[in-house]
């Protein structure tokens, strides 16, 4: 319940019936410290409760039955995740359930896998920050990240991310707002980019060679009467879906789209 910092070190194949190699119920601060190789059933690296620090650090490999195998941030917690990579994990590599403005920045996230949410499952409070997200998959929806409450990303960049479903970078069901960042080559069948059902901010991005199977080759929204959507400075290029290959919008809705560019979408 005490602070514990965690420094240069290697905690590898950690396994664990309930949470995590690390478990946190006071104050963990990590600087250059790989967690690779560990299982359990929530949060194989680190499970927090709490509030948890990380920089420079690795997560590779990691695996859980349910989510958050790299870190599992309950209801309760915050984290704070500064120029840490994590690569290879299974069934979402980091979990929130936290309101508490958790943050991600100058961060990697390459190769997780889940059902949704490859990379990150958010249900709690969010900010991403000039964080890099390529080959992540999801099995259903949400190849880089699933957001379920409030999410803002910024100057970010996805790549080569798929779903098998919706969503190949992004699935949202509540707020999400997206700005300076690119989105490109990414896959799914309906929103290669970006799957939308409730509130998207989209400002000064780039959505480029994203391909849809179905509909909405960079974004597809899916909306009811409480929905809002505003798109401003951003461009649409080279992207590809059966119908709306830049944008398909379903719902009784104003979608608002102001100084973009749509070029060559096919």
Same mark, same amino acid.
């Given at each position: ?18 949470? =995590? #190699?690390? /478990? &946190? +119920?006071? %104050? ?6 790989? !967690?690779?190789? $560990?299982? @359990? *059933? ?100 949400? =190849? #880089?990240? /699933? &957001? +379920?409450? %409030? ?6 960049? !996805?790549?080569? $991310?798929? @779903? *098998? ?102």
């Amino acid at each position: 319940k005490g602070t514990l910092k965690l420094e240069a070190m290697k905690i590898s194949a950690c396994n664990s019936s309930i949470s =995590g #190699a690390v /478990y &946190n +119920k006071g %104050s963990v601060e990590c600087i250059k410290t790989s !967690f690779s190789g $560990n299982y @359990a *059933k929530k949060g194989a690296a680190i499970y927090n409760i709490n509030y948890l620090k990380s920089k420079y650090s690795t997560f590779n490999k990691n695996n859980v039955e349910t989510q958050g195998s790299a870190i599992f941030t309950s209801g309760s917690g915050k984290s704070v995740l500064i120029y840490n990579n994590f690569t290879s994990n299974r069934n979402s590599a980091v979990y929130f359930a936290s309101k508490k403005d958790n943050e991600i920045r100058d961060s990697k996230f390459i190769s997780n896998i889940a059902i949704n949410g490859g990379a990150i499952y958010n249900d709690g409070v969010l900010r991403i920050n000039k964080t890099y997200f390529n080959l992540n998959n999801a099995t259903q929806h949400g =190849g #880089a990240i /699933y &957001n +379920k409450n %409030s999410l803002n990303i910024q100057n970010s960049t !996805f790549k080569v $991310n798929s @779903a *098998k479903e919706n969503g190949g970078a992004i699935y949202s069901t509540s707020t999400l707002n997206i700005l300076d960042s690119t989105l490109e080559n990414n896959k799914a069948q309906k929103g290669a980019a970006v799957s939308n059902m409730k509130t998207l901010t989209v400002k000064n991005t780039q959505f480029s060679l994203n391909k849809a199977t179905v509909h909405g080759g960079a974004i597809y929204n899916n909306l009811n009467n409480t929905s809002k959507v505003t798109i401003k400075n951003s461009n649409f290029t080279n992207n590809t879906a059966n119908l709306g290959a830049g944008i398909y919008s379903y719902g009784d809705v104003v979608v608002t789209i102001n100084a973009s560019n749509f070029n060559a979408n096919n």
